[in-house]
């Protein structure tokens, strides 16, 4: 059953990230040869959007990573001083 699952959540994750993608190669490739006016221009962010946005998703990421890096650093550390301690 956790096998199932776990191919089930891997195959979202896949069609997630495929979708993003898409939407991006779309937006950044294809919408500048669109006419301003085409009703595909309404599904899209306006393009300045499209260099902030990644940017703004990776600086959030390297935050994440180093916070979870330093909390673990930190928690380990703590744990050699108990068992010096001890």
Known sequence: MQQIFDKLVGLAMLAVA???????????????FVDESNVLQSFFL?????IKLPLILLVLAGTAVGTFI???LV???KKAKSKKTN
Request: charged content about 15%; cysteine-free.
């Open 46 to 50: 306006p393009r300045d959007f499209a």
């Open 70 to 72: 330093g909390s673990v």
């Open 75 to 77: 928690k380990k550390s």
């Open 18 to 32: 495929t979708a993003v993608f898409a939407y991006y190669t779309i937006w950044v490739f294809v919408l500048p």
